[in-house]
């Protein structure tokens, strides 16, 4: 595989706006490997200047499962979690390294590094399972959700 762009999640293909986490600069640079460009929007600022821990988790959540579907894979996020290690600037060059770090079966285990580009230190690390879908997963939650009567 050579680096390629990888696609948008569905809510911003639907909406057709750029990504919502500001991650459109999204490269699969090998089967098992990525790098995002990307900067915290202002928007999402919860400290003075600082990225709110909300939308680490959320961009993290984001890159490492759309890049799974990239690879063919379609899955959930079953686990997820992230060290805050450092403040996150707003309105900052930013990127985060990803990998699949291992299958097993069904689950992947997935990691992610983000930095300010151009640095060495980390400010936050994310690890997570991704668990590939049975098929028929979204008309099963959907029969669960008219059972419930929504
Ligand atoms: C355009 C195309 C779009 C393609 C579709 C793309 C969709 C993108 C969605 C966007 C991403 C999201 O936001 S996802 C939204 C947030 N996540 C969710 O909604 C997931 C909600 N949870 C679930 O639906 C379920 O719990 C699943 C799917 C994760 C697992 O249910 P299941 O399918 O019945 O599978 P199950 O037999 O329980 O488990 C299968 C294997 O995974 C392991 N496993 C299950 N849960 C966990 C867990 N929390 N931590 C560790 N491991 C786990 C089990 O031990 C088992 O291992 P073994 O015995 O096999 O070894």
Redesign the pocket.
């Known amino acids: 595989m050579t680096a390629d762009l990888v696609s948008p ?2 809510g911003c293909q639907m909406s057709r706006t750029p990504c919502r986490f500001g991650a459109d600069d999204f490269v699969a640079l090998s089967e098992t490997a990525a790098r995002v460009r990307l900067a915290c929007p202002a928007a999402f600022e919860g400290g003075p200047r600082v990225a709110h821990g909300g939308w680490t988790a959320a961009v993290f ?2 890159v490492l ?2 890049f799974l ?1 990239h690879t063919g894979v ?6 997820l979690t992230v060290d805050y290690l450092l403040p996150v600037p707003v309105e900052q060059p930013l990127e985060i390294h990803l990998e699949i770090a291992a299958r ?4 992947n285990h997935l990691t992610g590094v983000l930095r300010l580009q151009g640095s060495d230190r980390d400010l936050a690390v994310a690890r997570g ?6 098929p028929g ?2 008309e099963r ?1 959907q029969a669960r959700m008219a059972e419930l009567g929504t």
Do not use: I, N, Q
């Open positions: 999640c569905r959540d984001d499962g759309r579907v379609k899955s959930v996020t079953a686990t097993e079966g069904r689950r399972v991704w668990v590939e879908l049975r997963h979204f939650h």
